[in-house]
């Protein structure tokens, strides 16, 4: 209904008469070309019918005057044969022409009794078509048999009989005379037909006896049931379109039955001969006929296009002109061919922001009126030059505030309007009020300078928590190590495993905590390598199966031997978070911690028969602070940041995290880890290698005491003589009264700020020698690495399982065992 009124009324009303106009000259168009190749087709056809109806009558009466020439013959062959008298055929005008090649008289039983002519047909012929015709039915005119091909010329024959009867009427035999096919051709192919058009004499029961085209081949044929025939049934005479069956061509067919004799005169003419040339034409008129269409809508579509271009133009013209009239910022425009390019446009904003009405800006120069409304032609310098060379340029000007206020900061920004041939025509100019931006710019200054200092606090109450919380870990570690060394008790040496295996989940738990803190600023990189999985599923357990316990849930792990490669400690603390999500939610059951293998990945999954996640929420409750069920906000269930952890160090280590769940009945979260190779094992473990060959010393310095034995004993049971020091100044001391060290283990925070790189770094230089160190810390920042590849040590970060240690101890002193080795 809209569309209707749109068309009726405004634009639209006036497009209604042209395109009416258009659509009625298609029309006609159309209707004329489509109209004349009609009558053409009508007039080829009717001439075509005309054509063969002539042709065919033609065929016809050259068949009935053969047909009565040779039926004389045959009935003064009778008369003579009747009287016994004999007869000089050729004396007869049909042989004298060639119509007939040899007569032929036979009795009752098909026995030839007599013959005359050069084409005589030999033996019996009782099993013939015209001998059973004339035997069977008794007709009274003239028989033609079915075409057969001479025994000494091989030419095509027609046969024609008639009866010979006794007196008393019975069938005596017949004679026959052959008429050569040829005769027939001979006189078709002069009717003028086309090459591919089609004359031919039919029996009435189908058979054909003579054809223009393939005529010794098609001699002989039935047509009886084709569509001709029947056509032929319902009518002796008439036209008809079909398919030849005898050669596939599409004709149109004119056929005429003989009053006379039994016989029927067919013409066609090949409607490829009679359409071809008019198809032709009719595929050129009708391509000219759509090109033509094709083009006027093409021209109609591109005028209706342009008009509403224009339209649309024109509306957007006037709600620019109303937008810039009513835009915050100041506008301008200045026409730059006139001498001291006077302003030819204002909006009301300008007004406002300049503090000039638009009658003191209109016709004054654009450069004039902005000194005189900021006071500052030294700010606008680089609008002239931009002006100059044609390009853009953005100032800020400052402006006495209308009052006590402060004074008012605007940003100019123009650009120069230059024609084709790269003249300056014109002046565009925005001025916008940037007062507010610059105050909320150096609030966000201020904020940022303090935001900063956060931060500085922030890491150093992160470096003194990793320090502090990791030297009691180290502590016990070490001395856990100087124990199990001492201790022979099988069931004590369970509990030591027990309890080592419980401070490696410690560890583990310790450096989660304290580096999860650092993922938002991108503190923490990954250290990927292949390990044995088996070592930190059974981490997990032990640090998460006395919870399960307590609860009465049953804790189970499927064994797992497959290596894995990936950071062990943020998988470690991928799978933690796991299993202490499934232990907080899960109130009796069990929870099930198993492997599968998925191509090249191994996936670890994590099932439990806790309250469940509906479907809705399972992408929310991997956002911080996001819990299921705990809508009281309970502290015993966590805080809601174990499974926004797991997304982020997945997301970081690039393993796939998924769950399904079922509320009610449980839920499976699953890890897809990238399976690896197991690595080739050494032929003798440094950590577990014996005690060393050769006197070796090791110099330790720490300044918490409980870490300092642990190490000096630890050192002392693994067989090396320890010197241990508890500040750079004591280490020096013992490095010259002691026997040389020959390691250096230093804690990287030592008393009086001094710091573990310059103690070793000193005991260096106080021996004249390159010394190995280890550097010992709980310090995770990337400046320690850096030290230690400045410095030529190595780093380990607190709590150092002692295997660790062990291994990094016999690869630091590898090199001088190598030498003494060689020396002895």
Not at 84 to 97: P, S, W, Y
Not at 488 to 511: F, H, Q
Not at 663 to 685: D, I, N
Not at 721 to 730: D, K
Request: glycine share 8%; proline share 5%.
């Amino acid at each position: 209904m809209k569309r209707a009124l749109w068309l009726f009324s405004g634009f639209g009303g006036r497009l209604v008469l042209p395109a009416l106009a258009v659509v009625l000259a298609i029309a006609a168009l159309w209707w004329i070309l489509l109209d004349r190749l009609e009558r053409e087709e009508r007039l080829l056809d009717l001439t075509v019918h005309e054509k063969t109806a002539v042709v065919a009558r033609l065929v016809e009466e050259h068949a009935i005057s053969t047909f009565r020439r040779v039926d004389d013959l045959l009935l003064d062959l009778i008369a003579n044969t009747e009287r016994n008298r004999a007869m000089r055929l050729d004396t007869r005008r049909a042989f004298e022409e060639g119509l007939v090649v040899g007569v032929r008289v036979y009795d009752s039983a098909g026995l030839l009794t007599m013959g005359g002519g050069r084409a005589t047909f030999q033996g019996s012929v009782a099993d013939r078509d015209e001998f059973r015709i004339a035997r069977d039915s008794a007709p009274r005119g003239l028989v033609i048999g079915i075409p057969y091909a001479s025994s000494e010329t091989q030419d095509v024959l027609i046969p024609v009989s008639r009866r010979l009867e006794n007196g008393d009427g019975t069938f005596a035999g017949i004679a026959v005379a052959d008429i050569p096919v040829e005769s027939f051709v001979r006189y078709y192919r002069v009717l003028g037909l086309p090459p591919d058009g089609a004359a031919a004499l039919l029996r009435t029961d189908g058979v054909i006896i003579a054809r223009n085209v393939s005529s010794n081949s098609m001699s002989g044929r039935g047509t009886a049931n084709s569509e001709l025939w029947q056509a032929v049934k319902q009518n002796p005479i008439g036209h008809l379109r079909m398919v030849s069956p005898v050669d596939g061509v599409e004709r149109i067919l004119a056929f005429r039955s003989a009053p006379d004799y039994p016989v029927i005169a067919i013409v066609g003419e090949s409607v490829e001969t009679v359409f071809g040339p008019w198809r032709d034409n009719a595929r050129l008129y009708i391509g000219w006929a759509v090109a033509t269409t094709v083009v006027i809508l093409l021209f109609i579509i591109a005028f209706i296009v342009e008009l509403q271009w224009r339209r649309h133009t024109d509306r957007a013209l006037r709600v620019r002109n109303r937008a810039l009239a009513w835009s915050n910022d100041g506008i301008m425009i200045a026409d730059a061919t006139q001498p001291g390019m006077p302003i030819v446009y204002v909006n009301p904003a300008l007004e406002k922001l300049l503090g000039t009405p638009m009658s003191g800006l209109m016709g004054s120069g654009a450069l004039t009126a902005l000194e005189r409304a900021t006071n500052d032609r030294a700010a606008l310098q680089p609008l002239r030059d931009a002006i100059v060379v044609g390009r853009d340029a953005r100032v800020e000007l400052a402006r006495a505030g209308d009052g006590p206020e402060d004074p008012r900061c605007l940003e100019l920004s123009a650009s120069p309007v230059r024609d084709h041939d790269n003249r300056l025509v014109s002046l565009i100019a925005t001025v916008r009020d940037i007062t507010e931006h610059k105050r909320a710019q150096a609030a966000m200054a201020d904020a940022r300078r303090e935001a900063d200092r956060a931060n500085v606090a922030k890491s150093k109450f992160l470096a003194a928590a990793s320090h502090d919380l990791r030297q009691p870990v180290q502590s016990l570690m070490l001395l856990m190590e100087v124990l199990s060394g001492r201790v022979t008790d099988g069931m004590t040496r369970n509990v030591l495993g027990t309890m080592e295996r419980a401070l490696g989940a410690l560890k583990m738990l310790l450096d989660g905590l304290l580096d999860v803190s650092r993922l938002e600023a991108g503190a923490v990189v990954p250290e990927v390598e292949v390990f044995a999985l088996s070592e930190v599923m059974d981490r997990v357990a032990a640090n998460s199966r006395s919870v399960a316990v307590q609860k009465g849930l049953i804790l189970h792990i499927v064994p797992c031997r497959a290596h894995v490669r990936s950071d062990p400690m943020l998988l470690g603390r991928i799978l933690q978070n796991l299993v202490e999500n499934a232990l907080r939610y899960t109130d009796r059951g069990r929870i099930l911690i198993g492997c599968r293998r998925r191509g090249g990945n191994l996936r670890i999954e994590v099932w439990d028969t806790g309250i469940g996640i509906p479907v809705d929420q399972q992408d929310d409750i991997f956002q911080e602070f996001v819990q299921v069920g705990n809508a009281s906000r309970n502290r015993d269930q966590g805080l809601g940041l174990g499974l926004a952890v797991v997304r982020r160090l997945s997301v970081m280590l690039g393993h796939s995290v998924t769950v399904r769940s079922m509320p009610g009945q449980g839920s499976v979260f699953s890890v897809e880890v990238p399976l690896a190779a197991p690595l080739p094992a050494k032929a003798l473990s440094p950590a577990s290698a014996p005690r060393p060959a050769f006197a070796t010393t090791v110099l330790v310095i720490e300044d918490d005491g409980i870490v300092r034995e642990g190490l000096r004993a630890m050192l002392a049971e693994w067989g090396y003589t320890v010197l241990a020091a508890e500040s750079c100044a004591e280490a020096l001391d013992l490095a010259h009264r002691g026997p040389p060290p020959d390691l250096i283990v230093a804690d990287y925070r030592l008393r009086d700020g001094r710091t573990g790189t310059e103690a070793i770094r000193e005991v260096r230089l106080a021996l004249g020698r390159i010394l190995p160190g280890i550097l010992v810390t709980g310090d995770t920042a990337p400046a320690r690495a850096q030290e230690a590849e400045a410095g030529n040590f190595r780093v380990m970060h607190k709590p150092v399982i002692a295997a660790d240690l062990r291994r990094a101890v016999a690869e630091a002193l590898e090199p001088l065992l190598r030498e003494r080795q060689t020396v002895a």
